[in-house]
Structure formats: structure tokens, C-alpha cells
């Protein structure tokens, strides 16, 4: 089957506007400046094609095996980034502009798959990461965002790299899991702390 996908592949190489998958050596080997130079994280267009592997320990699975992983207890972290809004810096409260519809019993943490985080964020992932696996670094979480969208490439990385141990990277987010028919429910931002 494999031989055949890639024949395929091969095939239609030739036709106009086909675009391939590709590795995300590959990618960045192409596109260095997209990059972080010492993270390798994506630091800008994040929403483009995404590529068909990501860095363990962080692994990629498929919707059918997000949905088993979130039936037995993972978290689902949807790291949608909130374009052209931010958070009010005396309440923490997110300030966006349309409703987001995410996988059902998501938590929704806007910006932390930027590709370089300012302090205030990476304390705001780590204090929710801390609360919602309950302190425990065994604990499933499946990153998503929508499709073609680098910031949950980027979050699923981070986040084992905070020593995480089943870190599970979703490409297709809410747009795959919509188009097999699957539900999804309105999701709030969750507050920044602010002092």
C-alpha cells in the first residue's frame, strides 16, 4: 500500500499546484529562515502545510487514534492561536473576535505554538499543563490547532520537551475532525494569570 500511495505521489508530481508532504528536516532545510535557529521551532507563516512527521518524543496520530486517546482520559489542547487578539493585561481575560468550535472537552490555550514565546506565555502553558494533567507527567495530551496550522507542531514539541511523556500531535485539528462528522462544541480561551 505504501509503494502504491508513493507511485501515486510520484504521478502527480507533475501537475500544477500539486504540493507533496514532506519531512520537516526537509522543509526547514528549504525554508531555514521560517525557523527558530536553536529551537527549530516554526517562527513565522504558521499557516501552511504542515509537514508528515514531527521530532520525538512527540508522536503524530490520526483522528480515529486522537479520539481513542481523549475517550480514555487525554487531555485535548487546542492551541488555535487568537489572531489579531491578545489578552487584557489586567484581567487576563482573551479578547477574541469570533467563537471557536474545538473537540469536545478541549481546553483551548491560545498563542502557546508561536514559535518563540514571551515569559508570561510559557509560565501560562506550564501552570496549565501542571493543572490539567494534575501534576502528573504521564498523563496523554493530544495538541491540536485546525489543519495546516504550525503552532500545534510547535506546541507538541515544546511540550515534551518540558518532559512530558505522551505528547500527541493531532495535524488535522478541528477541520479533519469536522469533515469525518464528528462534533465539536464552542471552547473559551482560558485566562492568562496577571499580578
Not at 38 to 56: K, L, M, N, W, Y
Not at 87 to 105: A, F, H, I, N
Not at 106 to 130: C, H, T
Request: aromatic share 8%; hydrophobic share 45%.
Amino acid at each position: 500500500m505504501r509503494i502504491a500511495t508513493a507511485l501515486l505521489a510520484i504521478a502527480l508530481s507533475g501537475l500544477s499546484g500539486v504540493v507533496l508532504a514532506e519531512t520537516s528536516d526537509a522543509i526547514r532545510a528549504r525554508k531555514p529562515d521560517l525557523f527558530h535557529p536553536e529551537t527549530g521551532f516554526r517562527i513565522d507563516r504558521h499557516r501552511a502545510p504542515v509537514p508528515v512527521d514531527i521530532p520525538p518524543p512527540a508522536r503524530k496520530v490520526s483522528a480515529l487514534w486522537a479520539r481513542k486517546l481523549i475517550a480514555r482520559g487525554a487531555v485535548a489542547l487546542d492551541v488555535y492561536g487568537a489572531s489579531q487578539s491578545r489578552y487584557d493585561e489586567l484581567d487576563g481575560t482573551w479578547l477574541v473576535p469570533e467563537p471557536r468550535q474545538s473537540l469536545p472537552g478541549a481546553v483551548w490555550l491560545p498563542e502557546v505554538g508561536r514559535g518563540v514565546l514571551e515569559p508570561a506565555m510559557q509560565a501560562y502553558l506550564e501552570r496549565e499543563l501542571q493543572r490539567l494533567t494534575g501534576g502528573s507527567k504521564a498523563r496523554a495530551i493530544v495538541v491540536f490547532c485546525v489543519a495546516d496550522c504550525w503552532m500545534s507542531w510547535n506546541a507538541a514539541q515544546r511540550i515534551a520537551g518540558l518532559g512530558y511523556l505522551q505528547v500527541h500531535w493531532f495535524p488535522l485539528g478541528t477541520d479533519g475532525w469536522r469533515e469525518l462528522g464528528w462534533p465539536l462544541e464552542p471552547v473559551e480561551p482560558v485566562p492568562v494569570p496577571v499580578d
